[in-house]
């Protein structure tokens, strides 16, 4: 990897976590929400629209996994990343990429009422988006092979820009049935080249900032990595910015305990396998080191 990080000892703690929660519970609409929780009960949430812009320059203050809790299934969102970006659009195939949480969203019962089969996210999924695009030619495009070859050949572009977004597919009206069984929450990127540095604006039109948002920092900061590496540049800013920002309600206990507690300095991610191909690398080829969090906080709610 291109670039060094700054020594752990130099690095200073991070509060944008905690100041993300502490918005939402200021400023923050409750809101009726058509999700449910593991038991079917139907759980409104605390939405923020346009949360603070949040930025991480990685190799300056390291890579923004919490601390405020122990995040030690970090490799499972690396792997599910890397499996959209080479094309899973199932359950199945998520699995071998070491994610296996999609089976909470790809039940029987949610897949038929789309016409999906049974493990199918559908083709409206972000696999389906990033290494399958529907084209008018009725040809499939792979956003990522393409937007490297960009930036390849015009680095100074503007335009290195993915989308996870197919409407046809994700609209639902009285003359469309949607085609995924979750519509991509994340997933729209703007690359940018600025003095040999790669950096990744990451928007997200909608976040459960307890469950989702520790693992979207992860996976999009080990591709951004990933991305330099293959791309020979050094590794930027990460920068995150979230339309929809959301608390559940069912949620507001867990709150106060990770509020209450320490922020520390962030984690050293390196490569240990690199590869110049974007589409050969694994959850394995990631080690995290310098990571002293506090303990993992068990039992947080999940709207399904």
């Not at 959209?84 to 998520?94: H, R, V, Y």
């Not at 589409?279 to 303990?295: M, N, Q």
Request: negative net charge; contains cysteine; charged residues 25%.
């Amino acid at each position: 990897m291109r670039g060094e990080y700054r020594p752990y000892s130099e690095r200073t703690p991070d509060t944008q976590y905690k100041d993300l929660i502490r918005a939402i519970l200021k400023d923050g609409i409750k809101s009726p929400s058509p999700m449910v929780d593991e038991n079917g009960k139907e759980v409104n949430t605390i939405d923020l629209l346009g949360a603070p812009v949040m930025r991480f320059d990685l190799l300056k203050n390291g890579v923004p996994v919490l601390t405020e809790r122990a995040i030690k299934f970090w490799k499972a969102p690396i792997g599910e990343l890397l499996g959209f970006i080479n094309g899973a659009k199932t359950q199945e195939e998520l699995e071998k990429y070491g994610c296996k949480w999609w089976k909470s969203w790809c039940t029987d019962e949610k897949c038929a009422k789309r016409g999906l089969e049974p493990g199918d996210l559908g083709p409206g999924s972000y696999g389906a988006a990033f290494h399958d695009f529907p084209t008018a030619e009725g040809k499939a495009f792979n956003q990522f092979a393409e937007i490297i070859q960009q930036m390849k050949e015009r680095p100074e572009l503007k335009t290195h820009l993915i989308s996870p977004w197919i409407p046809q597919y994700t609209i639902r009206n009285k003359n469309h049935q949607q085609k995924v069984v979750v519509c991509p929450c994340h997933g729209w990127m703007h690359f940018r080249i600025l003095e040999n540095k790669l950096h990744l604006v990451l928007f997200q039109r909608s976040c459960d900032v307890l469950i989702g948002c520790p693992s979207n920092w992860v996976q999009y900061s080990a591709l951004l990595l990933a991305m330099a590496e293959v791309l020979d540049l050094v590794p930027g800013e990460f920068i995150h910015m979230i339309s929809d920002a959301h608390i559940y309600e069912n949620q507001l206990p867990w709150v106060e305990e990770i509020l209450a507690r320490e922020s520390k300095p962030f984690p050293t991610m390196t490569i240990t396998n690199p590869h110049k191909d974007i589409f050969e690398y694994r959850a394995e080829d990631f080690e995290l080191s310098d990571y002293d969090p506090a303990p993992a906080i068990k039992g947080i709610p999940v709207a399904i």
